[in-house]
């Protein structure tokens, strides 16, 4: 379970990561150092409530890389994935904008832990797919992933758009995923119907100062993070996953924290934010 929740985990931090914006020199919000002792987590309250804006949407642009550390409670470090921007790539018949996330070291072994999200210039916080690479044995294998979206209010599909949220509103909306697995060395097979439904709820609570990785990001927009996951005709219930993100002016997701409501250690990623490749 807990490996589940760490990869979920790492899947959700790159996710919110490839979301539309600029980058880290676009003039997004200065980062300073952090002062000793500085923890986001037990600040009162957000500094102030500016709306959600497309500037903490950041996306790295092609070449451009962001690095997220996983840690299980306090102090255990379990992983480590750097993510680089590699430009359009094919995803079940399209052509889309790509990140590609590889593990650089941690308990998961490799298996199912690198993968590529597909995105769309107008996505808000959610990739149109992803292609995860596992390896079973001395076989190699692609797992596709495809999501629709469908606002739970207005009935509207298509990719959900965050920008403009004010402080304390919520919206709420149901993922889709349809996927299919193959042989790395077969081409990409038709997905197959709905796998997985997603209830998800994004609440905006506001902007406040946040440190990740020895850096204090200003004025970084905070989300509240739901998801409620379903597997038709499955007889076992899911834990819901909670989460808090906070996203920076021009550097994107910086922190996530969150963990099932069953009560199993929290994890937490933080990032570099988006910075120029080597």
């Known amino acids: 379970m807990q490996k589940q929740l760490i990869a979920a985990m790492a899947v959700t931090t790159f996710m ?17 150092g952090a002062p000793a002792g ?23 642009a092609t070449g451009q890389k962001i690095t ?13 994935f750097d993510a680089k921007a590699i430009g359009t790539t094919v995803f079940d018949g399209g052509s889309y904008d790509t990140i590609e996330v590889k593990l650089v070291n941690g308990i998961f072994d ?10 769309d210039p107008a996505s808000a916080i959610f990739p149109v797919g992803v292609t995860e690479y596992r390896r079973f044995g001395q076989s190699q294998y692609n797992k596709y992933r495809r999501f629709a979206f469908k606002d739970d209010v207005s009935g509207q599909t298509g990719i959900p758009n965050l920008v403009g949220m004010k402080p304390n509103e ?20 038709a997905l197959k119907p709905i ?10 609570v506001g902007r406040e100062d946040v440190t990740a990785m020895g850096v204090t990001y200003k004025g970084a927009c905070k989300l509240a993070l739901h998801y409620d996951r379903k597997y038709p ?8 996953l909670e989460g808090t993100a906070w996203l920076a002016p021009g550097a994107g997701i910086v922190k996530l924290s969150g963990a099932p409501l069953v009560g199993v250690a929290a994890v937490t990623a933080e990032t570099t934010g988006i910075v120029a490749a080597n």
């Open 110 to 119: 490799g298996d199912g832990t690198n993968f590529r999200l597909h995105t």
């Open 195 to 204: 796998a997985r439904v997603v209830n998800v709820a994004v609440q905006y």
């Open 233 to 240: 005709g499955s007889l076992f219930p899911l834990p819901v």
């Open 68 to 80: 997220a550390t996983l840690t299980v409670g306090p102090v255990s470090q379990v992983g480590t």
């Open 16 to 32: 919110l990561a490839a979301c539309g914006g600029g980058s880290n020199g676009s003039g997004g919000a200065k980062a300073e």
């Open 170 to 189: 919520t919206r709420s909306f149901t993922m889709s995923e349809a996927n299919a697995e193959e042989l790395a060395t077969h081409p990409q097979p």
């Open 38 to 60: 500085t923890d986001s987590a037990t600040t009162p309250a957000p500094a102030n409530t500016d709306p959600l804006d497309a500037a903490c949407l950041a996306a790295p």
